[in-house]
Each structure stands twice: as structure tokens, then as C-alpha cells.
């Protein structure tokens, strides 16, 4: 039984990417920050001795270290854990304690569960990992300008993937940068352009299909390269 481990499983993009692996017979660890926003995560496991949900802050990296001991061999890791913090504000309005926050959750938080999942997944064959970053992130996809703190913090996470694929490719690892399309969810808002279902099946497929030579790309849910 392949086993998976996904942050940020409580709702939206993440609840989805459970309920696609369990469908799959993967053996799945979910992490939730908050319990009375686990609802559905909870109930998905009354009914599933494969899933097993785990109560983790990713940026508490003794907590996370603590947790990668007792989880055993991993195959796949999926970043999703991310935090877009405030909304409509404008340039010289940027709340720099939210800007280190974001940055922690996003940035940091992502290359700290690698390091301390890094054994777990080296015992496995197919050591992939994906890290939800956004188009937002990208250089050439920015023309409105804007967003300083959510962009910044995806552009620093690709940056993370790039290096990440640079030091752990040759060792058998496959490690991505996946945006998930704009999606219906709590953070994407209601007019975004498609559903969960939509973003997760694209993004579940590409991970499926990822080869050693697509380490350290930039890819959309539906399989197609994005620039940096």
C-alpha cells in the first residue's frame, strides 16, 4: 500500500486530494491545524481505517520533526498548506507582520517538512514531492502588479522547488511546483474558475505521471508547463 502525506487536509484543494487518494488504496496521513475546521476530514475518517488525521502547525518544526519519526516510509509528499493573509489592500498599505507570517507558512514551512520527511521518503521507490505553489508566483504571469505578499511568498516557494530539485534529483526524488488552477475554495472565493473536483483530479494525475526529469518544474493541473 502506497502512502501519502498531505498538509492543510481540512477543506477545500486538500480534503479533496484525500478523498482522491483513498479512492486510490493509499494509505493517507492528513495534517489539520484546527480542529473545528476538520469536520469533514474527521468524518471522511470515521469511515476510513486508512486515513489518519494528525492535529500539526507546519511552522512548528519540532512538532513536524516529532511527527516525521512515528509516520514511517513515505511515498508521496504534498505541500498544501498555505495561508494567502489580508486582502484588497494596496501599495503602501502592506502589513509586514502578515508578510512574515505568510512567508513562514509558505516558504519556510514547505522546505522544513521536506527536511524532516526526507528519510521517510528515501526509504521509498518512488519519492515524489509536490509543493502547491500558484500562477501568481510567476514572473511573466504578473502584469497587474499588486498582491506583494501572496506572490512574493509562491515565488520564493518555487525557488525552494528549484533547489530542492537540484539537491535531491540525483537521489531519486521528483519534486514540483503545481498550480492548482483558480479554484473554488475558502481561499479562492466563489468566482473562481473551477471546482475542486476539477483541480484535484488535473493535479493528482500530473503527480501520478511525474518522471525523475520534470524535477524542479513549474506545472499547471492540467499538465502544462508554466514559466517561472
Not at 162 to 176: A, E, I, P, R
Request: glycine content about 10%; hydrophobic content about 40%; some cysteine.
Amino acid at each position: 500500500m502506497n502512502r501519502v502525506l498531505i498538509t492543510g487536509a481540512n477543506r477545500g484543494i486538500g480534503l479533496g486530494l484525500v478523498q482522491h487518494y483513498l479512492s486510490q488504496g493509499f494509505d493517507v496521513h492528513a495534517t489539520y491545524r484546527d480542529a473545528t475546521s476538520a469536520n469533514a476530514l474527521f468524518a471522511l475518517a470515521a469511515n476510513n481505517a486508512s486515513l489518519h488525521c494528525h492535529c500539526l502547525d507546519v511552522t512548528d518544526y519540532a512538532k513536524v520533526s516529532q511527527f516525521a519519526s512515528q509516520v514511517g516510509t513515505l511515498d508521496i509528499l504534498i505541500n498544501n498548506a498555505g495561508y494567502y493573509g489580508p486582502k484588497g489592500y494596496g501599495f503602501g498599505h502592506t502589513d509586514v507582520e502578515q508578510w512574515r507570517k505568510v512567508f513562514e507558512v509558505n516558504s519556510i514551512a514547505p522546505l522544513k517538512l521536506v527536511e524532516a520527511f526526507y528519510s521517510n521518503l528515501a526509504q521509498s521507490s518512488v519519492r515524489k514531492i509536490a509543493c502547491l505553489s500558484s500562477k501568481v508566483g510567476s514572473m511573466t504571469e504578473n502584469t497587474s502588479g499588486g498582491g506583494y505578499i501572496y506572490r512574493s511568498s509562491k515565488a520564493a516557494l518555487n525557488s525552494v522547488v528549484k533547489s530542492l530539485s537540484n539537491d535531491l534529483s540525483s537521489q531519486g526524488f521528483t519534486v514540483v511546483a503545481l498550480h492548482p488552477g483558480w479554484v473554488k475554495t475558502q481561499m479562492g472565493g466563489s468566482n473562481a474558475l473551477i471546482d475542486v473536483a476539477t483541480s484535484v483530479a488535473g493535479l493528482t494525475q500530473v503527480i501520478e505521471n511525474l518522471t525523475i526529469p520534470q524535477s524542479g518544474q513549474f506545472i499547471n493541473f492540467d499538465g502544462q508547463s508554466l514559466p517561472w
